[in-house]
């Protein structure tokens, strides 16, 4: 089985764009402030919506699988307040629900938390409750900068997130740090502010201790980890220098990178530093880079292309960064497909 | 010849360290602050600094000549207003010249600039002036955040920043992108903060025209690009969505990476998806990660080593990425070698 831990539904109906737009603008004129119950997407626009895309690529590329989680960039979090966040996560996050009931052999649901510039992390348990408890939910996408660039946010490290820790060790569901959309113009979101916040957030557990508290605690760092591993000798080395253990005992037992890294060297690149158990299969399909590559023929996002052509990723490792690892990390994954016989 | 392209004062004597501290305590306290003439370093301590250094490590890995500036993380341009950093910056670049009178065969300088956040960027060009018409300087360090870490400034691609680059033009001056110590409590300076401002300069001239404006421009990104080669897909591939032209003719007749990458397998991705006449051998050191590598027994920034064990970069290759780029990228430096005779 091949599952793709990095999903989003970037295509969504348009309508809840629309629904979106008239609750940004009801932040401030309250009378044009959309009722969730004003947003009418039937299952047959869903259904749509997935096989035309995901589905589809998924069956050509041969993935089966997909972790499912909201747009990222329409996560959005600096826009309004907590209440608009918290409309706007439910929201979302029942999209994936229904998406994952009409195609539960292909679509298992990640969570988006209602985090908000400012306001304490606390607040989206709730949210991340019903996810997990009613909505089946295996992981949640926790944002490192809900301000989307101004990272006014304490450090991953601070105790200020430590209640939603806590509820990830209880449930024993991983998140995927993962920012939204960049509101500054120094950073392109997908270019610039994505990368820049993997770095940052491998760095911000690696200058703490957080995983002494939390030793159970897990973080997938997408996009390949940012410049992590490119950079692998940097960060043992800073490691060193700061008195830390080595990163595979004072991370790699809780850091796991995915592979939305969209060229062979990159790849090739991951999973020479990488161990094999700290990589999991991901394309981000469909999502920030969606056309050809010019030198290969493919999609720049067809990720298993990569894997299959690795000589260093072969035989049970291939299986371990397709599914054993997953299975792993996500551990309510596991117990989804185990009780399908899978 | 082997040219190292990063190099910082990171080892001047502690008198410039006490100097600094009595001019931030002067920004308080106007009764506080010292005259530039108060900070007394003979010959001999500088001569010392140098030869127990950056010189006796030059020698024991065999490069030649090093492009030398202020260290980066001193420069600090989030303290104080431009009269603060102007002080500051012309201090720091006639140490700089002073290490390069006393080790001409070894050194040549690269000039700090006294950018504040807020300040237009053209009230550095006097600083920038008499760097290079007296003090010899063959390039410059440009700060894309003063802010050390809020990223307050516009982006590169702006036209605030369009007077520095019309004198580097004039001077045939190429520009290190480099930020400085960050006070965002977010990002580590060197583990995050200067990987991410690579990341997201790099980003910022893919977005724009800048080298449409300035044909003749050339930056040097530092770090091996932060982010950038490793996820060359991803680059090529949002180019691409941004109708902007093929990556090798939209950027790479201006943007340039060094090698300071800390291990043997991100040198070799650098130079497998990096076109040799794009990349400038650099160590940064004495810099950020000043270690011994347990896994090689030498040191994680002896990137020369990396290079002379580099399968892919061989013969005329290696010639270019040690010398013939640097003297290519630096006119001036090449015209002051020419002077010599070399």
Redesign the interface.
């Known amino acids: 089985m091949i599952i793709d831990c990095h999903g989003h539904y970037t295509t969504a109906p348009k309508a809840l764009e629309t629904w979106r737009n008239r609750q940004i603008a009801g932040i401030q004129d309250a009378a044009l402030m959309p009722k969730a119950s004003d947003l009418q997407i039937s299952d047959d626009e869903l259904r749509e919506t997935i096989e035309r895309n995901q589905l589809r690529l998924m069956k050509e590329r041969g993935s089966d699988l997909t972790i499912f989680s909201p747009r990222a960039s329409f996560m959005a979090h600096h826009i309004g307040d907590f209440q608009v966040s918290s409309t706007w996560a439910a929201i979302c996050n029942e999209l994936c629900f229904r998406v994952v009931q009409l195609f539960p052999d292909h679509f298992i649901p990640a969570a988006m938390l209602p985090q908000s510039p400012g306001v304490d992390p606390a607040t989206s348990i709730p949210e991340l409750v019903r996810c997990v408890e009613q909505l089946g939910n295996v992981g949640i996408n926790l944002n490192?900068?809900p301000s989307g660039?101004?990272?006014t946010?304490?450090?991953l490290s601070d105790r200020a997130w430590y209640p939603i820790y806590e509820k990830m060790v209880e449930y024993d569901i991983p998140a995927m740090i993962h920012v939204s959309t960049s509101c500054?113009?120094?950073?392109?979101t997908?270019?610039?502010h994505y990368?820049?916040a993997d770095?940052?957030a491998f760095?911000?557990c690696?200058?703490s201790d957080l995983f002494t508290d939390f030793p159970t605690l897990r973080f997938i760092i997408p996009?390949?980890g940012?410049?992590v591993?490119?950079?692998?000798?940097?960060?043992?080395?800073?490691a060193?220098?700061l008195k830390k253990p080595l990163l595979k005992d004072h991370l790699l037992k809780n850091i796991f990178f995915d592979t939305c890294?969209?060229?062979q060297?990159?790849i090739?690149?991951l999973t020479?530093?990488i161990p094999v158990e700290n990589i999991l299969f991901a394309s981000e399909m469909i999502g920030?880079?969606?056309?050809i590559?010019?030198?290969t023929g493919h999609c720049?996002?067809d990720t298993k292309r990569y894997i299959e052509a690795s000589t260093i990723v072969v035989g049970d490792d291939r299986h371990q960064v397709y599914e054993g690892n997953a299975r792993r990390v996500f551990p309510r994954l596991d117990a989804a497909l185990i009780a399908k016989g899978l």
């Open positions: 490192p900068d660039g101004h990272w946010s304490p450090p500054n113009a120094c950073f392109h997908t270019g610039a990368l820049n770095t940052t760095m911000q690696l200058t996009h390949g940012g410049a591993p490119y950079h692998w000798g940097r960060f043992r080395g800073l060193q220098e890294v969209y060229h060297p990159g090739d690149l020479t530093v920030a880079v969606r056309g590559d010019p030198e720049f996002d």
